[in-house]
């Protein structure tokens, strides 16, 4: 991503190096610096890319100034709690993510010893532990190359482990790495650590799956052989995936894996027919192995445990992988990593009791969403507006009670009362200025033949909303008692 008064995505997330190369190449100056601006788009950048759970390295490479101006970072981090909800300072960020500056100048360069208290507030600001980096020789580009290898070592460090199912295995790498998960409770913090074992305990279908609450996302690669990296290391810089490290081209379980589930063998455990399956694979679609996950329509239900490390090595953690493309010509296998415990998927039940359908006849399989133990409640469901939609049906329910006044005075304050206390639990107030706004427009409108009363109460209904003093949670609005409701 470029970046001046404005920023430009310049290359997506991608797996094709060459794609990326070219466009650092053609990167040009632009008219001034806003790192803020940047930081806009790092945000809307990855949340569109990876959501909000997974964990990202953001590196800002800049010449270590900050700018000048209304747009300079100092001035950006002086007004940040002047903005206003609607654009927000954008660190924070909105996921899990370490800021990396590189200042491509001199450690004594004048302007970079003034920017560089903005840049570790900015890196305070961002809560995770980041750094600030400048080459030894701004003048020799092998300083420059030996600075960014050094980040790349220490600050994107693969996680290697191995995929298992029964008894085949294959060992793997996840991108990006996952990294420890804290969970908070009232009375203790647990800290969960990845373990390098990941074993297939189970195949479950996608439209049972349906999309759990998820910590992570993490893209499972073949681990390539010593001997295959060294190879690699001696090879100039320019080489690419598309040469002899293509990862189709490697043997690898976790290729072949979605396509023996699919198409050869079912969820079995006689070992024998898996194997025999195996070798019917390798002589008949061993060349186009990648191909076949385009084709996966089943989850793998993943298990591992906590490292020994770990006191909590007793506790169950689970995940799924999938086959997942991000273009027409690559297809990937997926780690979705769920939150730790065994009943964290409620139409699933507790993931220890799954079992294989085959065991059971076809009376005894059950069905998914699993009905939960408990009782039902009957009390009113509450408010959700996750679209505007869904804001805008409450509202005009509301205006159609109001039309029919005074026989649906009943129905008119019990929905005004129920987005009334939604819209005050959400701290959203503006709402009620709106809807008593709403509520005036609409007097004005009624037409000759509506009841008087429908004025008098919407008007009532309006004053009541705008009182500051009737904002708590638990008042009701209360109909205005009128000659016209007697008759």
Not at 318 to 344: E, H, Q, R
Not at 382 to 395: M, N, P, T, Y
Not at 456 to 485: C, F, G, S, W
């Amino acid at each position: 991503m470029a970046f001046s008064s404005l920023y430009e995505e310049r290359c997506p997330f991608t797996r094709d190096y060459n794609a990326i190369k070219a466009e650092l190449k053609n990167i040009e100056d632009y008219d001034k610096t806003c790192i803020e601006t940047a930081l806009h788009g790092v945000n809307h950048m990855v949340l569109g890319e990876w959501g909000n759970n997974t964990a990202c390295q953001v590196l800002l490479v800049t010449d270590g100034n900050t700018g000048i101006g209304t747009n300079s970072l100092k001035e950006a981090i002086a007004t940040m709690n002047q903005r206003n909800n609607k654009i927000p300072f954008p660190v924070p960020f909105s996921f899990p993510g370490k800021l990396h500056v590189v200042c491509l100048t001199s450690p004594c360069d004048l302007s970079f010893i003034k920017s560089k208290p903005l840049f570790q507030r900015l890196i305070d600001l961002s809560g995770y532990d980041g750094s600030i980096l400048v080459p030894d020789n701004i003048h020799s580009e092998s300083s420059v190359i030996s600075l960014f290898q050094k980040l790349a070592e220490d600050m994107y460090t693969t996680f290697k482990g191995t995929l298992k199912c029964g008894n085949l295995e294959s060992k793997i790498i996840l991108s990006p790495a996952p990294v420890a998960y804290t969970k908070f409770t009232d009375f203790e913090c647990n800290t969960y650590n990845m373990s390098e074992l990941i074993e297939v305990c189970g195949f479950v279908s996608v439209t049972d799956v349906g999309s759990p609450m998820a910590i992570s996302r993490h893209l499972i690669l073949p681990a390539s052989s010593p001997t295959k990296q060294e190879n690699v290391a001696k090879n100039d810089t320019e080489a690419t995936e598309d040469d002899s490290t293509d990862e189709a081209k490697i043997p690898s379980f976790c290729m072949a894996f979605s396509s023996l589930y699919e198409e050869r063998c079912p969820f079995t455990r006689d070992y024998n027919a898996i194997k025999a399956e195996l070798k019917n694979i390798e002589d008949y679609d061993k060349t186009c192995i990648e191909t076949a996950l385009h084709g996966v329509n089943h989850m793998v239900l993943g298990e591992w445990g906590n490292n020994t490390a770990c006191q909590f090595a007793g506790e169950n953690w689970f995940g799924f992988v999938y086959s997942w493309a991000d273009s027409k010509k690559k297809s990937n296998l997926m780690l979705t990593i769920l939150m730790p415990g065994t009943d964290i998927i409620p139409w699933l039940g507790d993931l220890n009791c799954l079992g294989s359908a085959e065991s059971y006849s076809s009376e005894q399989i059950g069905s998914f969403p699993i009905k939960p133990m408990e009782k039902r409640s009957y009390s009113q469901n509450g408010v959700v507006w996750i679209r505007q939609a869904g804001l805008q049906s409450d509202i005009q329910k509301i205006l159609r009670h109001a039309r029919k006044l005074p026989e649906k005075t009943q129905q008119f304050y019990k929905e005004l009362n129920r987005l009334r206390k939604a819209a005050i639990s959400l701290g959203f107030l503006d709402l009620l200025n709106g809807l008593a706004y709403i509520f005036e427009q609409e007097c004005l409108q009624l037409p000759p033949s509506a009841h008087p009363d429908c004025a008098v109460q919407l008007q009532h209904a309006a004053e009541d909303l705008r009182k500051i003093q009737n904002r708590d949670i638990k008042y009701n609005v209360m109909p205005l008692q009128t000659n016209y409701n007697s008759t």
